[in-house]
Nanobody, 126 residues
Framework: QVQLVESGGGSVQAGGSLRLSCVVS???????LGWFRQALGKEREGVAA????????YYGASAKGRFILSQDNAKNTWYLQLNNLQPEDTAVYYC????????????????????WGQGTQVTVSS
């Protein structure tokens, strides 16, 4: 099993930034982690993913140029830096681990991650 705990969400004004954290623990190995978001009344959207052993990253269309993935292996913590936030970025953000296929397929919603965190709310006001 793998446990994921997100933190770092909050309320910001448009143009602001937040850094989300995802702490991973457990006894099941996984070489990849993803970030998703779900706005109220909308479907879940893949944001970005990272291969934890190589630090290779993949970004969905909504994240390119604004969001940045990083990791601290010593702390088993993965980060999603959110820059230039806009009201349409308002959503609950989730981290997930262990995509059974290429992370690009999981971010696209074609496959599902095996483990999920509880989410952290990001609210952006105009």
């Amino acid at each position: 099993q793998v446990q994921l705990v997100e933190s770092g969400g909050g309320s910001v004004q448009a143009g602001g930034s937040l850094r989300l954290s995802c702490v991973v623990s457990g006894d099941a190995a996984s070489d990849n982690l993803g970030w998703f978001r779900q706005a109220l009344g909308k479907e879940r959207e893949g944001v970005a993913a990272i291969y934890t052993t190589t630090s290779s990253t993949y970004y969905g269309a909504s994240a390119k140029g604004r969001f940045i993935l990083s990791q601290d292996n010593a702390k088993n913590t993965w980060y999603l830096q959110l820059n230039n936030l806009q009201p349409e970025d308002t959503a609950v953000y989730y981290c997930a681990a262990d995509c059974p296929r290429s992370v690009t397929l999981c971010v696209a919603g074609l496959y599902d991650y095996n483990y999920w965190g509880q989410g952290t709310q990001v609210t952006v006001s105009s």
